[in-house]
């Protein structure tokens, strides 16, 4: 059962924002957070993005991938439009920092970003979004927008009591070094991407 475990405001490059840490225990070091914009009325439909932890993206700007640059630009739109970034600690598709190293080091020998897990002994994404529902009940969000691409993360709301008015998407433009990576995301997991 999650709980909130501290709070804060956190003046950011995008704005405002009050920060929720939720976890089970106090203790856990690595708890999911929600990053809620200053100008956020949560009485109307909350603008909301679920967004899965990327540290190689996020904080060292690796060009794999498009986690940091869609990170940035959810930042941005709910600061402009108000709204809230579920942060989940699902590293790497929730395999974990060193099985997703082990994996860029497969795909370096011509794997593909699911041929990698899977020769790994691990599920080509691993992430759950329940938790993500839990934190949006324990707020009191009845109806939100959901940023996203991700046709798994506009299912996870089915049944769940939330109303989904609309999908906004968040599209990043492809670069050499993440064009497969988009590509495959497009082709094998159905991500509802226009400029792949």
């Known amino acids: 059962m999650l709980k909130i475990q501290a709070e804060s405001n956190i003046p950011t490059d995008f704005g405002l924002f009050r920060v929720y840490a939720f ?6 070091w ?37 986690c940091g640059q ?3 630009a959810a930042m941005n739109y709910m600061s402009e439009n108000g709204g809230i970034i579920i942060y989940l600690r699902q590293e790497g598709r ?3 920092i060193i099985n997703k190293l082990r994996a860029y080091a497969l795909q370096e020998k011509g794997f593909d ?8 002994g691990l599920p080509a994404d691993g992430r759950n979004f329940d938790v ?3 934190m949006l009940n324990l707020l009191n969000v009845k109806a939100i927008n959901l940023l996203t691409n991700n046709p798994e993360k506009l299912k996870s709301l089915e049944n769940s009591g939330i109303a989904l008015h609309q999908r906004i998407p968040l599209e990043i ?24």
């Open 23 to 28: 976890s089970e225990y106090e203790e856990d």
């Open 30 to 66: 690595n708890p999911h957070l929600v990053w809620v914009a200053e100008n956020t009325d949560f009485s109307k439909t909350v603008n909301v993005r679920f967004h899965s932890e990327c540290i190689t993206g996020e904080v060292f700007h690796s060009r794999k991938c498009e």
């Open 70 to 72: 869609q990170l940035d």
């Open 94 to 96: 929730n395999i974990g």
């Open 113 to 120: 970003t699911v041929e990698a897990n899977l020769q790994l």
């Open 132 to 134: 993500a529902i839990e």
């Open 173 to 196: 433009e492809s670069n050499e070094a993440n064009e497969s990576y988009l590509s495959k995301k497009k082709d094998y997991f159905g991500h509802l991407l226009e400029k792949v």
